[in-house]
C-alpha cells in the first residue's frame, strides 16, 4: 500500500512575542493550533521550531505537507525599526528635488502648514543622482538615455558603499526602455548592490507616491532577501522543497521567490491575514458585515469586512512613507495588552501608545517591567487566568496590583487598584470604540449595522464591552482567536496585481488601446501565476480601472465587466464610478461632468482548496458547566464569575454574564447583561441581552 498523498497546510504568522501556528487537515478538514516563543535577532528559528512542533502534535510528518504559507513583518520592521541608510536614488535630470517638493497637501488634523512638518526624506539629497534623456507622458522618446551619466551615478554609488539603489525616471510607467537600460548598466557597473525599478514596482504616474514606494521597495530588498534566505536554511532540505508561500498586504499570495523581486508587496503581511480568516468566519458565523479587530500586544489593527469583502486601498502608508500598492485597509492605533497607563502633565490618566511590548512586558510578567499596562489591569480585574498559553507564561498578581497602587498615589487619588484598573480598561475600550466610529461613520457607514469580530491574544477580553458601548449587533470571537491570522494565510489565493496608467477621457476611450492594455496586463497576471506552478483552470481574472472626474486629482477604483471591449463596456465602467463615487462620498456628477480613465489594472488570483470546517448539529439544550470559579471586578464591586474551559462548550451552549471562558492563548469576558451562545463551528457570538 502506497504512502497517504500531503494533505497537511500550515499557516505560520510570526509576531513580536510569539509565532503562531496553524495546521490543516486537508482530507478531514481537522484544525490544529499551538504557539512557539519568536525568536526575534533570527525569526527563522522560531518559524522552524513551530512546524516541527505542529507536526508532532498532529502525527504528521515532512512528507504529509501540502506547503507553508507565511506572514511576516520584516518588511514593516525594516521600515519602522531601521536606519534608513545606504540607500540612493536615481531620478530624471531636473528632477533631483523630487522628494523635497511631495506633495503640496497636509495632512488630515493639521490646521495648516505651520504646525506641520514634512517627514523625514528617506535619501539625503546628496545621494540623489540625476541621469540624462526624456520621455513624455505617451512614452515617446524626447531625448535618448545618457549612458555616460548612469554609469558615473553607478560609481558614485559605489565608492560610497550604497547598497541598494532605486532608479524612477520621468514617466517611466508609459515606457519602460530607459529604466530596464539603466538596470543593466548597474548590474554592470556595480553588481553587488540592489536595484528597484518604478516601472517594475509602480508603473503608476504621480512621481512623489512612485518615487518614494520604489525607494521603499529598494530598501527592504536586502532585509527580505536575508530574511528567506536563513528560512531556506533553517527548514532544510526536506522541507525546503515544499511550496513556500508569503502573504502580501493585497490579501493574496505569492511564491517566495517572487516576493524577493517585489518585497513591498508584504509590508503589511500578518494583518492582512488576520482580516482574510476573519472573513471566513464570518460568513460561518452568518455575519456579511463586520468590523475586525486583532488587538495585540502593542497596537490594535481594525478593518471593515463589507457584503463578505475586506476594503481594499492603494493609498496606504508604512509609517511616514505613502505606499501605493494594493493593500488591505486597515487602521491601527496604539492599545494592545502592553500598553502603559501613564499620567499626562495636566494630571490626566492616558492609556497607550507607548507599550511594554514583549521586552520587559507588563508588570505581571516575568522578569516585566515598571509601568502598568492593560494585561496588568485585566489581571487585577480578575478577567485574566493567573497563568497564560496553557501554563507557558506565569503572571504575578501583587505586583501587577503594586503597579495600580503606585498609579493611584501619583494621581492623588484614593481609589482602589481594582478601580484604577477599570478606569484603564474604560480608556482603552473607548479609544477602540471612538476609532471604529471615525472610520465607519466617516464612510457614511453606522456601525450599529455591523458585528465586531475580535481576535488576537488580547482582543476577546474587552471586546464584547467595545461593541457594547457603541451599539454593534454581536461580538464575535473565532476558535483559537490568537492564530486567527495563521490560519487565514490558509484561506487566501495566490495573487498578483498588473497596473498601466493611461489618461483618456471617457469621449475620447480608444476601444482598441483599451483592449490592448487589457491584453497585456491579463497575459502578464497569467505569467506570473504560471511561474508559481498554478494549472490554467485554476486561474481567475479580475479587470478593474482608476477612473476620475475632468478637474479631480484622485481616483475611485472600480470593478471593469468582463468579455468583448465594446462601447457597452466602457459605458458600465462609466456606470459603475458614479455609483461608486456617490457611495464613497454621497455624491455623484453623473450627466454633468465628463469623466477620465486613469489606470487600467488586472489582478490574477490562483484559486486554492480552502479549509473546510466541519460543523456539528447545534442543541439548543446543550449543558455549560462552569470548571471553576473567581472573584471579578464588574460594575463598582467584585462578583463570584463562573469560569468556562471553551473546549468544554458544545454546540447550542449559551452562558448568561458575567463570566469567563478560558482557552489556549486567549480569553474571554462576558459582561452582565450579556449572553453567549456557541455556534455549530464552535464560534461564540455575544450578543446584549438574550440570545438571538
Known sequence: MGAAAPHLRIGIDTGGTFTDIVCVDTVSGGVSVTKVPSTPTNPALGLVNGVNKILGEVGGTTGDLVGLAHGTTVATNALLQGAIDSLGLIVTEGFRHVLEIARQAVPDGYGNSYFWVKPERPVPLELVREVGGRLNFRGDELRPLDEESVRQAARFFRERNIRAIAICLIHAYANDAHEKRALDILRDEYPDCTVSISSQVLPEYREYERTVTTLVDAFVKPHMERYLKRVKDAL????????????????????AEQVINKPITTALSGPAAGVLGSAVIAKLAGFDNVVTLDAGGTSTDLSLIENGVAHLTNAGSVGPFPVRIPMIDIETIGTGGGSIAWISREGHLKVGPKSAGADPGPMCYPNGGDQ???????????????????????????????????????LGSRMTAEEIAAGIVEIANWNQANRIRQMTIQRGIDPRDFALLSFG??????????????????????????????????????????????????EKADLAAVAELYAGLEREAVERLEEDGIAKDRIRLQREADIRYAGQSMEVRVRAPGGAIDQSFIAALIDSFHAAHRRTFGYDYKGEQN?????????????IERPNLPGRPVNPGAKSTPEDARSVFFDGAMRETPCYDRAALDPGAQIAGPAIVEEFGSTTVVFPGQTLTVDGYGIMIVRQGGAA
Open 595 to 607: 469623466v477620465e480613465l486613469v489606470n487600467f489594472c488586472v489582478s490574477g488570483f490562483g484559486m
Open 457 to 506: 491574544g488580547a482582543g476577546p477580553v474587552q471586546s464584547a464591552a467595545v461593541a457594547q458601548l457603541i451599539g454593534m449587533k454581536a461580538c464575535i470571537i473565532p476558535p483559537s482567536p490568537g492564530n486567527l491570522a495563521a490560519f487565514g494565510l490558509l484561506a487566501v489565493d495566490w495573487r498578483n496585481d498588473q497596473m498601466v496608467t493611461r489618461v483618456m477621457p471617457e
Open 372 to 410: 502598568p499596562t492593560i494585561t496588568d489591569a485585566n489581571l487585577v480585574l480578575g478577567r485574566l487566568p493567573s497563568v497564560l498559553i496553557g501554563g507557558g507564561i506565569a503572571l504575578d498578581v501583587k505586583r501587577a496590583r503594586s503597579g495600580m497602587a503606585d498609579l493611584a498615589r501619583r
Open 236 to 255: 532544510g532540505e526536506e522541507l525546503g522543497r515544499k511550496p513556500f508561500l508569503v502573504m502580501q498586504s493585497n490579501g493574496g499570495v505569492m511564491s
